[in-house]
């Protein structure tokens, strides 16, 4: 089935809403349209969409640290909700990703292997989240297909 990667656009907002609401049970409208409300803010969303148009896959990033050494990718959700295409959703979200880590020039990638516990969480991760669990790859690294991440279900 043929995808399509890039960042997260005015006109999606809604839908990707509709998965994050599964992802997140408990997040509500307002706080979603808050962390999408500018361009800038939507470019930190990768989703991955269907011939269709339906979002399959979607994952969050930010850039955590300080100097050429210490600057590293934040990645506290990253899911794919195609259960016949899971590895080719999750490829693709995972090349977006350390594209976004190159760009920014950073050496490190870490996808937290837990989904936050609640919305507070997500939007200030960089100072609170999680650094005791997770994955870590370098920006050369393949697409991790085969990691403890697994499919959302609807």
Not at 23 to 36: C, H, K, N, S, Y
Not at 127 to 153: C, F, M, N, Q, T
Request: net charge neutral; with cysteine.
């Amino acid at each position: 089935m043929g995808y399509r990667i890039g960042t997260l656009n005015a006109r999606d907002v809604l839908r990707a809403y509709a998965l994050i609401e599964r992802i997140m049970p408990g997040v509500d409208l307002e706080q979603w349209m808050a962390l999408t409300a500018t361009t800038l803010l939507c470019r930190c969303w990768f989703v991955v969409k269907d011939t269709e148009g339906y979002i399959r896959g979607i994952s969050h990033v930010a850039v955590r640290g300080e100097g050429d050494l210490r600057r590293q990718v934040e990645v506290p959700l990253f899911a794919s909700v195609s259960l016949v295409d899971n590895r080719e959703v999750l490829g693709l979200l995972f090349s977006a990703v350390r594209s976004f880590a190159i760009r920014e020039k950073c050496r490190t990638i870490h996808i937290w292997t837990a989904v936050p516990p609640d919305w507070s969480v997500l939007t200030g991760f960089i100072e609170h989240g999680p650094w005791d669990h997770g994955l870590i790859y370098g920006v050369e690294s393949e697409a991790p297909l085969d990691h403890p991440i697994r499919p959302v279900k609807m």
